[in-house]
């Protein structure tokens, strides 16, 4: 479970994370939507200790995120991150970019890593690739990549930072039937997403984010339909 | 064969010979301070990019200065200065020490170079599967960035090995300083010069041509 209470987060005199209270239970789907700007990206960065926070807390399975003691390279295997760039290893063949972090951080030996690493490439439908390079792979091949580069650690959270926005619209649907996948499986996952059909099938709960204050929470029905917030109807009413 | 005879002589067999051996010097000090030089200078990218306050204020105009005064000034101030604080070097060492700050000064321009070249999603990413600081810098920021500089890197070893001429001024018989030798005996500069580039490219093609190599693999 990830317990975010009172989360503030400033970039220098930047207040970009207004006090964020939020829990995501094991096996839920979590959709944030909002503009660009919002906090969106800075609230996942909080989540995987990548930024420090400057008020308040995060747990993740009662580990707090930002304590000193915290070790934090252990923590971060739990929690698997996708990001908008997909970010694959150019000089590693596909099945050694998700190879290398389960051998050097994990401690596998060679012959396992690349186990998990053809697992998981076949997992998400790269099991023909696994000796081709990043060079010669689609956009969306790369962030399914990028998808299995994270299951390898066997985390049981996923961050999803708009992980399809940088593809051309044609690759979209490959990596969002991955996520789907995922979350059929039963992933607890964060997914910060503008993609709105994503977010209503998909999403257990959708959260908007509006200058970096969670204005609201709800199931897709709720906001999608009944949103509270005149800024999360606006919002919604531009994405459309 | 009479020391008095050959004097004057022509060039002979034995003078190829006696180039060749230069060859090898020029290769040895070049090798050395290329090897140190890459390591010192790796370094001190790293604390550049890293932009620690005492690092940009006190290394920066450091290996400016080596970077811009002609090597061959700092090759005889070093010389001659030395033994004044107690160091009393050879040619050979004394060249060493001086081409490995040069080449240290040059690489730590092109080492920041490359890990500005991986940039800091990559990064990101990498410390996100739970990498640590170092182990992003070895297997991912090295690799990638190494690649990103290589060809920029293999251009500084080359100018470093044609620099290496300039401890002869020192006195350490290189390739360069072979061919003096060799053309104050013979007068036969042509030849003589001729031959010694003709060993210099030798030494640099095959350089050239294993780098284009590798970099036409990484291409891949
Ligand atoms: N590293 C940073 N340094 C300074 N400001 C930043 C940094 N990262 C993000 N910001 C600022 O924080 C705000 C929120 O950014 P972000 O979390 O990326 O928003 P979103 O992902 O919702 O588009 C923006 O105003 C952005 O300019
Ligand atoms: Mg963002």
Redesign the pocket.
């Given at each position: 479970m990830i317990e975010i209470r009172d989360l503030h987060k400033y970039?220098?005199s930047?207040h970009?994370l207004k006090g964020i209270d939020l829990d995501v239970q094991k096996g839920e789907v979590l959709s944030v939507i909002?503009a660009?700007?919002?906090?969106?990206?800075?609230?996942l960065y909080c989540i995987n200790g990548l930024e420090p926070i400057q008020q308040g807390s995060v747990r993740v399975d009662g580990i707090d995120v930002h304590a000193k003691g915290t070790d934090i390279n252990k923590l971060r295997t739990k929690l698997g991150m996708v990001f908008q760039q997909w970010n694959s290893f150019p000089h590693l063949t596909a099945l050694e970019n998700v190879a290398l972090a389960p051998k050097i951080v994990k401690g596998k030996s060679r012959d396992e890593a690349r186990d998990i690493a053809a697992k998981q490439l076949t997992h998400v439908g790269l099991g023909e690739k696994l000796n081709v390079f990043p060079s010669s792979l689609s956009g969306g091949q790369q962030q399914r990549l990028a998808i299995a580069r994270a299951l390898a650690m066997e985390p049981e959270y996923m961050l999803f930072d708009e992980a399809t926005s940088a593809l051309d619209p044609e690759l979209v649907g490959e990596v969002l039937d991955t996520m789907r996948l995922l979350a059929e499986e039963g992933m607890t996952m964060i997914c910060?997403t503008h993609e709105m059909g994503f977010a209503r099938d998909v999403s257990d709960r959708v959260a908007f984010?509006h200058q970096g204050v969670m204005e609201e929470i709800g199931p897709p029905a709720q906001i999608f339909s009944e949103a509270q917030s005149e800024h999360t109807r606006k919002f919604l009413a531009n994405v459309r | 064969m009479q020391p008095t005879v050959s004097f004057f002589s022509g060039f002979n067999i034995n003078d190829l010979w006696f180039l060749g051996e230069a060859a090898l010097r020029t290769l040895w000090i070049s090798v050395l301070s290329i090897s140190i030089g890459t390591v010192i200078g790796v370094v001190c990218g790293w604390l550049l990019y890293e932009g620690k306050l005492a690092a940009t204020l006190t290394l920066a105009p450091v290996l400016d200065i080596f970077r811009s005064v002609p090597l061959i000034i700092q090759l005889v101030l070093f010389y001659n200065f030395a033994p004044i604080v107690g160091l009393n070097l050879d040619p050979f060492a004394s060249g060493v020490v001086i081409l490995s700050i040069y080449t240290a000064a040059l690489v730590a321009n092109v080492a920041r170079g490359g890990i500005e070249a991986v940039g800091d999603p990559m990064r990101r990413a990498a410390r996100s599967l739970g990498m640590t600081y170092w182990q992003d810098l070895r297997y991912v920021v090295f690799p990638i960035g190494g690649r990103a500089v290589f060809p920029a890197w293999v251009g500084v070893a080359l100018g470093v090995m044609k620099d290496s001429a300039l401890v002869s001024v020192l006195g350490y018989v290189e390739l360069l300083k072979a061919s003096q030798i060799l053309i104050t005996r013979t007068q036969e500069p042509f030849l003589i010069l001729t031959i010694a580039g003709a060993f210099y490219f030798a030494l640099s093609y095959p350089i050239s041509r294993y780098s284009a190599s590798l970099e036409k693999r990484w291409a891949q």
């Amino acid at each position: 479970m990830i317990e975010i209470r009172d989360l503030h987060k400033y970039f220098g005199s930047l207040h970009v994370l207004k006090g964020i209270d939020l829990d995501v239970q094991k096996g839920e789907v979590l959709s944030v939507i909002g503009a660009s700007g919002s906090g969106k990206s800075t609230l996942l960065y909080c989540i995987n200790g990548l930024e420090p926070i400057q008020q308040g807390s995060v747990r993740v399975d009662g580990i707090d995120v930002h304590a000193k003691g915290t070790d934090i390279n252990k923590l971060r295997t739990k929690l698997g991150m996708v990001f908008q760039q997909w970010n694959s290893f150019p000089h590693l063949t596909a099945l050694e970019n998700v190879a290398l972090a389960p051998k050097i951080v994990k401690g596998k030996s060679r012959d396992e890593a690349r186990d998990i690493a053809a697992k998981q490439l076949t997992h998400v439908g790269l099991g023909e690739k696994l000796n081709v390079f990043p060079s010669s792979l689609s956009g969306g091949q790369q962030q399914r990549l990028a998808i299995a580069r994270a299951l390898a650690m066997e985390p049981e959270y996923m961050l999803f930072d708009e992980a399809t926005s940088a593809l051309d619209p044609e690759l979209v649907g490959e990596v969002l039937d991955t996520m789907r996948l995922l979350a059929e499986e039963g992933m607890t996952m964060i997914c910060v997403t503008h993609e709105m059909g994503f977010a209503r099938d998909v999403s257990d709960r959708v959260a908007f984010f509006h200058q970096g204050v969670m204005e609201e929470i709800g199931p897709p029905a709720q906001i999608f339909s009944e949103a509270q917030s005149e800024h999360t109807r606006k919002f919604l009413a531009n994405v459309r | 064969m009479q020391p008095t005879v050959s004097f004057f002589s022509g060039f002979n067999i034995n003078d190829l010979w006696f180039l060749g051996e230069a060859a090898l010097r020029t290769l040895w000090i070049s090798v050395l301070s290329i090897s140190i030089g890459t390591v010192i200078g790796v370094v001190c990218g790293w604390l550049l990019y890293e932009g620690k306050l005492a690092a940009t204020l006190t290394l920066a105009p450091v290996l400016d200065i080596f970077r811009s005064v002609p090597l061959i000034i700092q090759l005889v101030l070093f010389y001659n200065f030395a033994p004044i604080v107690g160091l009393n070097l050879d040619p050979f060492a004394s060249g060493v020490v001086i081409l490995s700050i040069y080449t240290a000064a040059l690489v730590a321009n092109v080492a920041r170079g490359g890990i500005e070249a991986v940039g800091d999603p990559m990064r990101r990413a990498a410390r996100s599967l739970g990498m640590t600081y170092w182990q992003d810098l070895r297997y991912v920021v090295f690799p990638i960035g190494g690649r990103a500089v290589f060809p920029a890197w293999v251009g500084v070893a080359l100018g470093v090995m044609k620099d290496s001429a300039l401890v002869s001024v020192l006195g350490y018989v290189e390739l360069l300083k072979a061919s003096q030798i060799l053309i104050t005996r013979t007068q036969e500069p042509f030849l003589i010069l001729t031959i010694a580039g003709a060993f210099y490219f030798a030494l640099s093609y095959p350089i050239s041509r294993y780098s284009a190599s590798l970099e036409k693999r990484w291409a891949q």
